[in-house]
Structure formats: C-alpha cells, structure tokens
C-alpha cells in the first residue's frame, strides 16, 4: 500500500515536472525573440519563483486542511492552462503572464512532499523525497530532450507533409508553441492520475482541530508568525534548515539564466546544446535521488550527507565561472549537481521531522515559500550579474552557496554525530 502510494505521488509530480523541463531551457531564446535584456530573461524565471514565494505557503497550508487531492488537482490544471497561453504567447508580456500564473499553480511539490511525510517514517523520509528529487532528475532528463525535439523545423515538415500547411507555416514562425502545448497535454494527464489515482491521506477529522486558516503568504504577518511557531516548538536548527532552503534555492536558481547566457556568449553553444547540458544535470539527480540516496542513508547520517552535498555544490559553482571548453563546463555542473542531489532530499526530509504531523504541508509549504524567495532573486540576479561580466555571477553565487558549509557543519555538530544511522 505504501509503494503504491509513493509510485502513484511520484508518477503525478514527474508527469508535471517533464513539462517543467520542457519550458525551462527554452525561456532565455524564447524571450530574446521579444527583445528581451539579460535582467529581463532572469524575470521571466523570478516571476514564476515570485508567485510560488506568495502561494506555496497558503497551498500547503490549505492541503492540510481540504487535503492533498484536491490541492494537486487545481495545481496540475492550472498549469496545463499556463503552458497553453505559454505555447500562444505573442509578445513578452503574455510570456511573463504565463510564468506568473504557472507559479501561483505551483502548489504539487510542497504538497507532494507532505503527502510522503504523510506516508513515511521518520526514518523513511528522506529515501521517500527522493523519489522528488528523482522526478525533477527525470523532468530535467526527458524535458529537455523533448524540448529540443520539439522545436527542431521537421515537426513543421511532417504536418506539411500531411497536408496542414497552413498549421506547418504557423509552426515555423512560432517554433515555441509546439513545446507549449505538449507541456500542456502531460499537465493534463497529471490531473488525470490525480483524480483517479490519488488517495487521500489527510485525516478530515483531525483537520478541524487545527487552527483557524490564515492567509499566509511570505508577506503576511501570519507567515513569520508560523515560522517562529515552528521554530520554537522543533529544534534550535529548524531555523538554520529553512535557511539553508533559501540559500540553496536562490543558487540552483541563479544557475537557470546565468548558465545559458554563459554558454551561449562564451562557449557559442545553442538552446539544443544547452538542453543537453540539462538532460546531464537530469541524469545525475535520477541516479542519486532515485537510487544511491537509499544506501547512503543507511551509511550516513542525514546531517552528513546535507553537509557533503553544500560543500560540493559550492565548489561545483563557482568553478563553473572558470570553464573555458564544454568538456570543463560539463565536469563542474557535474560536481554541483551532485551537490545538489545530496542536500536537497536530506534537507527536505530533515525540515519535514521538525513539523506537527498535522500541519506537514504547513511547514513544507512555509520552507517551499523561503524557496521560492530564493528562486525570484537568483535569476533576476544572476541576469544583473552577467551583465556586469559573464563570469561573475558563478563565483558569487558559490561563495553565497558556502555559507550552508557552515550551516551544515552545525548541525553536525549538533546532532548529526549523535544521530543513529538508519539500518533498514
């Protein structure tokens, strides 16, 4: 029964997270046939962190409430409508609309991480966000893929060829739609499974004893007031991990516009080469989150491996700023995303312990909103950045990343050396 709850929450978040994966690497190439700068591009990736940073908090708080379904299912239909208007945009502003109301439907992850606190042990939990960790891995492998197949000019032959010349024409001048509509269409099927395949696991009569619902937006009183609820009531480092959230988020992020501008200034790479530099980073989460994290957990203690995984990731990038040749961009966006792989289940599994297990979506929607905080300051950031130099955005961006070394050592310290290795 539990197998086939993770499977089934794990099948409806790769789904949506494949469409992701699909409009990621398009945006920066997307946006420059509307004109758009650097600082511009990064906006297109902060507006849709922005929306989460406001809306993951009162998701996850609702999900506790009305439960996890019927959240999952206004969030994967929302979405199929903003890859629609995504795949019709006609000028930057609809592009940036799109974004927007993309995020404010973001709601799965936070609400697909507490349906696996729901569902897991403690000692299960982070084997069971990697299952998370693993779908983005899948999205960021096949989404890309599928996005450079999509746009290639032969789709536009193969309908000619059919007969649909005048659909064939529209395709060549707006190659952008195509992806659109197919993120769209596996939006679509993730509400599908949701609907006929989800079970609940929110317990309706233990909702009604929580307090009373608050809009609890990042810029509500409501939510920091949540925040230092939590605080005091888990460990003196639930405070650190939100943080550390935060940090971590905002270098993933800054990573989305800075990276594809590098490689197409420095090294004359083109949106298909940089799919497939994403198709990488995809197959390193998949092999880490969805398969090692297990035995790692079992040899290690979730602080450790937090802790290794910041310190990769740091090195990772900052070493990006020094690559010279693709071969040496792909070694270090291997080191950090291995980094990456190994501190975000463990985080998110060592914030979900901290939580009440009636309020789980509460506190992962509260750590998912300090994410997206991060998420709409590093694109626009690292746009600024590279406008400055295309060099500088990496080396900053580590050293803002090494500040979770020493989070992570704390812990350690703390009580990761005290912590049992799990042994099954």
């Known amino acids: 029964m539990k197998k086939g709850r993770l499977f089934t929450v794990f099948f409806v978040v790769l789904i949506d997270l494949i469409g992701f994966g699909i409009v990621l ?10 004109g758009a700068t650097a600082i511009t591009i990064g906006l297109l990736y902060s507006i849709f962190s922005f929306a989460q940073l406001i809306f993951s908090p009162i998701w996850g708080s609702l999900s506790d409430r009305i439960g996890r379904r019927p959240i999952m299912l206004i969030s994967t239909l929302g979405s199929m409508v903003a890859y629609i208007i995504f795949g019709l945009a006609g000028s ?31 000692e299960e939990r982070a084997r069971g966000m990697g299952l998370i960790g693993a779908a983005f891995g899948i999205g960021f492998v096949l989404g890309p893929v599928l996005a450079a197949a999509l746009i290639n000019p032969s789709f536009a032959g193969f309908f000619a060829n059919l007969g649909y010349a005048d659909f064939a024409a529209w395709l060549e001048a707006n190659k952008y739609a195509l992806p659109g509509f197919f993120a769209a269409f596996l939006s679509f099927c993730s509400f599908l499974w949701v609907f006929f395949r989800l079970e609940e696991t929110v317990d309706k009569e233990r909702a009604k004893s929580l307090p009373k619902f608050k809009i609890g937006g990042v810029f509500t009183k409501t939510f920091w007031e949540r925040l230092s609820d939590n605080k005091a009531k888990g460990s003196a480092f639930f405070g650190m991990l939100v943080f550390a959230a935060f940090i971590l988020s905002f270098g993933q992020s800054n990573l ?25 980073i995809g197959i390193i989460a998949v092999i880490i989150q969805g398969g090692l994290i297990r035995p790692l957990t079992r040899m290690f203690s979730e602080e450790k491996i937090f802790l ?7 090195i990772g990038m900052a070493l990006i700023g020094l690559s010279t040749e693709v071969w040496m961009l792909t070694m270090f966006l291997g080191l950090m995303a291995v980094g990456h792989s190994l501190n975000l289940p463990t985080m998110n599994s060592l914030i979900s312990k901290e939580a009440d297990p009636a309020q789980v979506g ?5 750590a998912q909103g300090l994410s997206g905080l991060g998420r709409t300051i590093g694109p626009t950031w690292g746009g600024f950045l590279f406008g400055i130099s295309p060099f500088i955005p990496f080396f900053v961006t580590g050293a803002v990343i090494a500040i ?4 992570g050592a704390r ?12 042994t099954g």
């Open 25 to 34: 690497p398009l945006l920066p190439f997307y946006g420059s046939e509307f």
């Open 308 to 314: 290794t995984g910041n310190i990769l990731m740091a």
């Open 411 to 422: 812990i350690v310290a703390g009580r990761g050396s005290a912590a049992e290795v799990p």
């Open 362 to 366: 509460t506190v992962m929607g509260t």
């Open 404 to 407: 979770t070394i020493w989070i």
């Open 256 to 280: 989305y516009s800075a990276f594809p501008l590098f490689s197409e200034a420095i090294l004359g790479m083109d949106a298909q080469q940089v799919s497939l530099q994403f198709f990488y």
């Open 92 to 122: 930057l502003g609809v592009l940036l609309f799109s974004r927007l109301l993309a995020g404010v439907m973001g709601g799965s992850i936070s609400t697909a991480q507490a349906y696996i606190a729901d569902v897991t042990t403690t």
